[in-house]
C-alpha cells in the first residue's frame, strides 16, 4: 500500500519555525518528484515547493520564497519542509505529494501533475 505520511505540523507564533517531514512506503519514490502543498480553510489547495528526484533543484511558491527550504533526505524517499519566519498567513493543512510525470520533475504547480497525496498536517501560526 503505498503512504505517503506527513508530519511536524503544529501551532507556532508569527516569526517562528517548523519543519516538517514526509515519509513514503509501498513503492520507491526516489525516482518521483516530492512536493508540498497547502490548504487554507475556505481556499483552494496551493503550491508551495517541489524537488525533483535528483534533489539539484527546488521550486517555489512566491508567498514562501526566501522563508521555505523544500529538502530530500539522503535515500531520496523523504522529503522535508523547513518554513522560517513564519506569517498567520501560513497557516493551513500541508500536504505532501510525489509526481512521476515530466511537468512534475519540471516543477508542476499543478496538483493534477502529482499522483500520491498524503493526508496533510496542520500547520497553525498565531499573530
Known amino acids: 500500500q503505498v503512504q505517503l505520511v506527513e508530519s511536524g505540523g503544529g501551532l507556532v507564533q508569527a516569526g517562528g519555525s517548523l519543519r516538517l517531514s514526509c515519509a513514503t512506503s509501498?513503492?520507491?519514490?526516489?525516482?518521483?518528484?516530492m512536493g508540498w502543498f497547502r490548504q487554507a480553510p475556505g481556499k483552494d489547495r496551493e503550491f508551495v515547493a517541489t524537488i525533483p528526484w535528483s534533489g539539484d533543484s527546488t521550486y517555489y511558491a512566491a508567498s514562501v520564497k526566501g522563508r521555505f527550504t523544500i529538502s530530500r533526505g539522503n535515500a531520496k524517499n523523504t522529503v522535508y519542509l523547513q518554513m522560517t519566519t513564519l506569517k498567520p498567513e501560513d497557516t493551513a493543512v500541508y500536504y505532501c505529494a510525489a509526481g512521476n510525470s515530466v511537468r512534475a520533475y519540471s516543477g508542476s504547480r499543478y496538483n493534477d501533475d502529482y499522483d500520491y497525496w498524503g493526508q496533510g498536517t496542520q500547520v497553525t501560526v498565531s499573530s
Open positions: 509501498g513503492r520507491t519514490f526516489s525516482s518521483y518528484a
